[in-house]
């Protein structure tokens, strides 16, 4: 059985950076082709792709969100951690974490809500 | 970057047919993704690769893709289809990455 699950702060300032860490089960990031991504949904909005992380460490970013995303892998700990820079209010949303099927996502986790306020 | 438009919203009376448009640049030399969301839960993907669907979802679901169009098709609606739609594809033409469309909210009368 699939699982992800995210995990991070609930509360973030404006100007801070954010980390949040995806950790899964039921697969492994390094098996060919496999690829763990970030998506975010702000509240009443539609969803946003953020960044995704290939078995092979080859790594992808939403365009728009590009310099203030990095994201990385600890395949031993089955792990993704994304990291978002100078965070603002705008960037309150739920963030997901999702297991990638070459072009489309197949598996979610249940997300978590950051807020950024002072 | 590539654009991916939907209606807002679609209604439904039960039993009837719903249909919701995913509108892109020739979008039907792409691979086409569904996903259903209901309020306060994570998505769940309803139809990929244009038509297929995953394993549990029912028959009742269906797409198609075609020019500058593509579609979800709920046949027999019910009240539990009650939920927001959003269609996705991977856009090989800059940065590669994915892109989700606008959404649509799918009432049941």
Known sequence: QITLKESGPTLVKPTQTLTLTCTFSGFSLSTSGVGVGWIRQPPGKALEWLALIYWDDDKRYSPSLKSRLTITKDTSKNQVVLTMTNMDPVDTATYYCALGYGDYVGNWGQGTLVTVSS | ?109
Do not use: M
């Open chain 2, 1 to 109: 970057s590539y654009v991916l438009t939907q209606p807002p919203s679609v209604s439904v009376a039960p039993g009837q047919t719903a249909r919701i448009t995913c509108g892109g640049n020739n979008i039907g030399s792409k691979s086409v993704h569904w996903y259903q969301q209901k309020p306060g839960q994570a998505p769940v993907l309803v139809v990929y690769d244009d038509s297929d669907r995953p394993s549990g979802i029912p028959e009742r679901f269906s797409g198609s893709n075609s020019g500058n169009t593509a579609t979800l098709t709920i046949s027999r609606v019910e009240a539990g289809d009650e939920a927001d739609y959003y269609c996705q594809v991977w856009d090989s033409s800059s940065d590669l990455h994915y892109v989700f469309g606008t959404g649509t909210k799918v009432t049941v009368l």
